[in-house]
């Protein structure tokens, strides 16, 4: 494949650690891709062993499962296996191998590869080939196929936002045809609300910050749009047709994400403005994303406390909850807070803890950490009262300021 790497185009690039063994179809019907990470030297290893350390691998591990507990489309982990083998980075680490299964590798970068050489007919063929494994309704129709992928993509990177994830590393050769989150680099889960949240080490300049995800989707996609120019009919003016959907497509998705986070069932004229005010409280004060919204529903049940507690003086959080119970009067109390349980989670793989379960199977050969953190975040949404510790934000001293990609 080829790809924009934070903007800047490369005509060719390949997986430096990585080797597709093939498909499986599944019972379901499903025809997936099994491939491993860390196996050793490929053509684009670019003088590279190939090789991957144990603690990229569980990192992957662990926020795939994540993902997909809180029902986010993601490629998947099948198995981390330990090679016995040191692997040379900065200092000398375990090696390990990862299993992953996705629905395709087809990223939108496949499409550039192919476009940038000029290739119409090579990418006609990736086309047809998308269409039947991916998006067989779009079968006839290059602009239905388009017009799919940008609504997957649309929807999932609102996913993205509704649960304070950030990808880190949003190149198009990281943009999945097939809708799904992949490669799990320098990602990680935001603490304290704040749009222009960056932790990925190489994103200097915030490209890919948390409120930025959704411009840059779009951009991707207009990349791939760019591909396909030569299959539509109508050229140009259809492709830009077609990236006109995004905008109202993830604004709606993401709102009415949004309107579900704080219990709103039916929408109505003024719900989006109590959203918004909402986040601007909630960056004000430096609000942690995720408890935010899981404590509203102990605030339905008449706690306040455990919701006031993290907005520190409370300055303009009362006027915000007269008028948040107002919108509400209307619907049952226990119907608003099992539904906010059950879209907001109370688990998610918090940073610091990630970081400390990495490192003990890293350092130690301590798995129990991680075991228990991949228990925790595999039911996001239940409450268990002997894990409290693992709803908690990061003690200063624990909190994680970077991540790092894997190779």
Aim: negative net charge; glycine residues 10%; charged residues 25%.
């Amino acid at each position: 494949y080829a790809g924009h790497q934070f903007g800047n185009f490369v005509p060719q690039l390949g997986d430096g650690r990585a080797c597709l063994l093939g498909e499986v179809v599944g019972r379901d019907g499903m025809r997936r891709d099994i491939q491993l990470k860390g196996s050793g030297p490929t053509p684009f290893s670019r003088n590279g062993d190939g090789r991957a350390a144990l603690g990229p691998v569980l990192r992957e591990y662990l926020i795939s499962e994540a993902m997909a507990a809180l029902g986010v489309p993601t490629t998947r982990s099948l198995a981390a296996v330990m090679t016995g083998e040191p692997v040379y980075r900065e200092t000398i680490l375990p090696g390990a191998v990862l299993t992953r299964v996705a629905a395709s590798h087809l990223r939108v970068g496949t499409f550039q590869y192919f476009a940038a050489r000029r290739d119409e007919e090579g990418v006609r063929t990736l086309a047809d080939y998308a269409i039947t494994r991916h998006y067989p309704a779009a079968a006839g129709s290059y602009r239905a196929f388009l017009d799919a992928v940008v609504a997957a993509q649309a929807d999932l990177v609102s996913k993205w936002l509704l649960i304070g994830f950030i990808h880190g590393v949003m190149n198009t050769d990281n943009c999945s045809i097939a809708g799904e989150t992949i490669d799990y680099g320098p990602c990680a889960f935001m603490d304290e609300y704040d749009p222009a949240t960056v932790f990925s080490s190489i994103d200097h300049a915030g490209r890919y910050a948390y409120g930025n995800q959704g411009r840059i989707a779009l951009w991707n996609l207009a990349r791939l749009a760019e591909t396909l120019i030569p299959l539509l009919p109508g050229g140009e003016e259809e492709a830009k047709e077609a990236l006109g959907a995004f905008p109202p497509r993830f604004q709606e998705a993401y709102f009415a994400g949004l309107r579900r986070k704080i219990g709103i069932e039916e929408p109505r004229e003024g719900d989006d403005d109590l959203t918004q005010d909402l986040l601007r409280l909630m960056a004000e004060h430096k609000a942690d994303f995720t408890l935010t919204f899981r404590r509203l529903g102990d605030t339905v049940a008449g706690d306040e406390a455990p919701l006031r507690a993290l907005f520190g003086d409370g300055s303009g959080l009362d006027a915000w909850l007269q008028r948040w119970r107002a919108r509400l009067s209307a619907q049952d109390p226990a119907s608003v807070q099992a539904a906010l349980r059950a879209v907001n989670p109370i688990f998610i793989p918090r940073n610091h803890l990630v970081e400390a379960a990495l490192k003990a199977a890293a350092e130690e050969a301590d798995f129990q950490p991680f075991e228990e953190l991949l228990q925790v975040i595999s039911r996001p949404f239940e409450d268990d009262p002997a894990r409290q510790r693992f709803t908690l934000p990061a003690q200063e001293q624990e909190r994680v300021l970077q991540t790092f990609c894997g190779t």
